[in-house]
């Protein structure tokens, strides 16, 4: 019904920055919420970034606050992270998800759809 396709991971040194983008197909889904996960190896998947797409409210996981910014394009109907002062611990395989909004962006039972991850490996 919804699919989520993940590009933009790669290979950086510490500092670096990249953009990943997640590019959305399908049905329309109403009150959407679109957000970003991550899992490292040995690691559960944890919450990056979210964005209410109708509204334009943003949140962010503590540790990347002030690093990384999240943003979309209505028309393209994309969402992007742009990731700046990358370090060693952002290495993981990053998905995208989409959702209904509900009671909370951070929790990963909250979205319905799920891309296939793009793979970001920071080197120190």
């Known amino acids: 019904q919804v699919q989520l396709a993940e590009s933009g991971g790669g290979l950086v040194q510490a500092g670096d920055s990249l953009r990943l983008s997640c590019a959305a197909s399908?049905?329309?889904?109403?009150?959407?919420?679109m957000g970003w996960f991550r899992q490292a190896p040995g690691k559960e998947r944890e919450f990056v970034a979210a964005?209410?797409?109708?509204?334009?409210?943003?949140w962010y996981a503590g540790s990347v606050k002030g690093r990384f910014t999240i943003s979309k394009d209505n028309a393209k109907i994309t969402m992007y992270l742009q990731m700046n002062s990358l370090n060693v611990e952002d290495t993981a395989v990053y998905y995208c998800?989409?959702?209904?909004?509900?009671?909370?962006?951070?929790?990963?039972?909250?979205?319905?759809?799920w891309g296939l991850g793009t793979q970001v490996t920071v080197s120190s």
């Open positions: 998800a989409a959702g209904r909004y509900g009671q909370n962006v951070r929790y990963s039972g909250e979205y319905e759809y």
């Open positions: 399908g049905r329309t889904v109403t009150n959407a919420v």
């Open positions: 964005v209410w797409w109708s509204g334009g409210i943003t």
